[in-house]
């Protein structure tokens, strides 16, 4: 159910102005782009999938993504992909759609995702399929597991333009993805789920793996251990038996730090997690043949994350006395009592005014990144109770942004792939939309314009919910309460379409709002352009 039959059956082009498109069925591929609300045209044919869709059993709702502004993936629900160069879409002289690569790939799928990049100098698409398929060996749980598998298809080398598939790789996990996506370049994959996917390896991996298990599994001590204060951090390591003062050499410098012993390769080395001042550094041998360096920090009061960037090898040691500083300075966000200080103006939250619809799964979902070429994990985040609301492409290039709620707002992130440093990006808030979300108890889609204007949700038939952002008043409103002017309001429209036909498709674009029925497209004007 939650796979595909929560299905959005409506495509929003964001490569094009107000584009969208849906499959009929019959298997055609209709589009409707605006232009001007008063020239409205009739949804146009623009391709029709060659599969007779009436003679298959078990198939899936046709998918479809628009992998670049030429370029489309397309699935007909009975496990055959399509690629498909579209021409540039929206208006019929330009658009030809026409199959460049087609294929069978096993049970049926839907589209979760595609990306069109170019590599090596042959240009190439990722392609994110999503199945449920039957778990033979799973006897306790649902006798089902999810599958994400990630295919890359690229064009043939050296004037062969025939595409064909390169990479097969799946994931498995027990839990529908949230949000799952490919990064621009095709390198690395992220995904929001309550229960946690893996890559599934072929045996060939699986032998190179045991080779490396053997190596690893060995427990190795740390090779150092450190501790700080305000000002200093403490390094010690321990010495093999023959070595002497003389076989020690270190060389400190602003930023970095380089021990060797003997003419052995350097025992530690790289860039320092803050700057040093190195010329008070100091090091010493103590009587149990251990050696003592000792780094005066350059910015006092910075605690440090980790000693050199990037090395594992050594292990942080936190004095008692530093580990009730921090549980202190933390205990503002957490309180054993309900409300510790009832005297406040403001009490931190009082459980008799929870709302059953504030209370969230016990297992939060968690967003990971996996890398594309070692199928590791680099990245888990672990969002508790930031509860998964919607997610949308603000910028087609850039990978789709994802809402979560956070506390009873609905806060907007961008991933940004090639930043590690700034890897999710905040870029927008819905004020209370958190909270008013989840009394809905009907809701099915819920979207927000790419230009933050307004977010939008709607039940499963009929009604619609708009929220617009606070914006200034033309005129003096004074809050009655409180006695003080209010200076911005935030108007929430219903619309209620004439049908009773269920709502199977939402999208959100910065003047409208395009929903579809089983029967009828609808178009809201929700802000009249400037």
């Not at 946690?196 to 690893?216: A, G, H, I, R, W």
């Given at each position: 159910m939650r796979a595909f039959g929560m299905y959005n059956y409506l495509h929003l082009d964001s490569w094009y102005q107000d584009n969208v498109y849906y499959v009929d069925q019959f298997g055609r591929v209709m589009n409707l782009s605006v232009t001007l609300d008063t020239a409205l045209q009739k949804p146009r044919e623009v391709f029709r999938l060659p599969t007779d869709l009436t003679a298959c059993d078990n198939r899936l709702c046709a998918?479809?993504?628009?992998?670049?502004?030429?370029?489309?993936?397309?699935?007909?629900?009975?496990g055959r992909l399509y690629l498909i160069k579209s021409g540039k879409r929206g208006s019929s002289a330009s658009e030809k759609w026409e199959i460049v690569f087609n294929e069978e790939l096993g049970s049926p799928f839907i589209v979760a995702h595609s990306v069109s990049f170019v590599k090596s100098d042959a240009h190439s698409l990722a392609v994110l399929?999503?199945?449920?398929?039957?778990?033979?060996?799973?006897?306790?749980?649902?006798?089902?597991?999810?599958?994400?598998?990630?295919?890359?298809i690229a064009e043939g080398k050296e004037g062969d333009h025939r595409y064909e598939i390169i990479k097969r790789r799946v994931l498995q996990g027990k839990s529908v993805p949230h949000y799952a996506a490919i990064e621009p370049s095709g390198d690395g994959l992220m995904i929001v789920?309550?229960?946690?996917?893996?890559?599934?390896?072929?045996?060939?991996?699986?032998?190179?793996?045991?080779?490396?298990?053997?190596?690893?599994?060995?427990k190795k001590d740390p090779l150092y251990y450190w501790q700080q204060t305000?000002?200093?951090?403490?390094?010690?390591?321990?010495?093999p038996q023959d070595i002497t003062r003389d076989d020690i050499k270190i060389h400190f410098s602003p930023d970095n730090i380089c021990v060797t012993l003997k003419d052995q390769p350097p025992l530690m080395e790289g860039?320092?997690?803050?700057?040093?001042?190195?010329?008070?550094?100091?090091?010493?041998?103590?009587?149990?043949?251990?050696?003592?360096?000792?780094?005066?920090?350059?910015?006092?009061?910075?605690r440090w994350t980790e000693l050199i960037i990037g090395d594992t090898r050594g292990e942080f040691i936190m004095d008692p006395s530093q580990c009730s500083e921090i549980a202190e300075s933390l205990m503002h966000l957490t309180s054993e009592v309900m409300n510790p200080n009832p005297d406040k103006e403001k009490p931190p939250c009082n459980a008799?005014?929870?709302?059953e619809c504030d209370a969230?799964?016990?297992?939060?979902?968690?967003?990971?990144?996996?890398?594309?070429?070692?199928?590791?994990?680099?990245?888990?985040?672990?969002?508790?109770?930031?509860?998964?609301?919607?997610?949308?492409?603000?910028?087609?290039?850039?990978?789709?942004?994802?809402?979560?709620?956070?506390?009873?707002?609905?806060?907007?992130?961008?991933?940004?792939?090639?930043?590690?440093?700034?890897?999710?990006?905040h870029i927008a808030t819905f004020n209370a939309l958190g909270y008013v979300?989840?009394?809905?108890?009907?809701?099915?889609?819920?979207?927000?314009?790419?230009?933050?204007?307004?977010?939008?949700?709607?039940?499963?038939l009929r009604r619609v919910f708009i929220y617009r952002q606070p914006t200034p008043l033309a005129t003096v409103l004074y809050n009655r309460k409180e006695g003080r002017q209010v200076g911005q309001v935030a108007k929430q429209l219903v619309a209620t379409l004439e049908a009773n036909d269920p709502i199977l498709g939402f999208q959100a674009t910065s003047e409208r709002l395009f929903v579809l029925t089983t029967k009828t497209l609808f178009l809201i004007k929700v802000n009249s352009g400037n």
């Open positions: 998918s479809m993504h628009f992998s670049s502004s030429t370029w489309v993936t397309l699935s007909d629900g009975t399929l999503l199945r449920i398929e039957k778990d033979e060996l799973d006897t306790k749980g649902s006798g089902f597991h999810v599958t994400l598998e990630w295919v890359t789920s309550h229960k946690p996917f893996t890559f599934m390896q072929s045996e060939s991996d699986k032998l190179e793996e045991n080779d490396d298990s053997k190596v690893s599994n060995e305000e000002d200093d951090v403490t390094i010690t390591v321990h010495l860039k320092l997690y803050s700057s040093v001042d190195h010329e008070s550094c100091t090091w010493i041998i103590r009587e149990d043949k251990s050696l003592e360096i000792s780094l005066m920090k350059k910015n006092e009061g910075c008799q005014e929870l709302e969230f799964l016990e297992d939060g979902a968690s967003l990971c990144r996996f890398d594309g070429d070692s199928l590791k994990i680099t990245h888990i985040i672990n969002l508790g109770s930031n509860q998964y609301l919607f997610s949308v492409v603000v910028n087609p290039k850039e990978m789709p942004c994802f809402c979560l709620r956070h506390d009873v707002d609905a806060l907007l992130w961008q991933p940004h792939s090639d930043q590690p440093e700034n890897m999710w990006e979300q989840a009394s809905k108890q009907d809701k099915k889609f819920m979207a927000c314009a790419p230009d933050y204007s307004y977010a939008a949700l709607c039940e499963c």
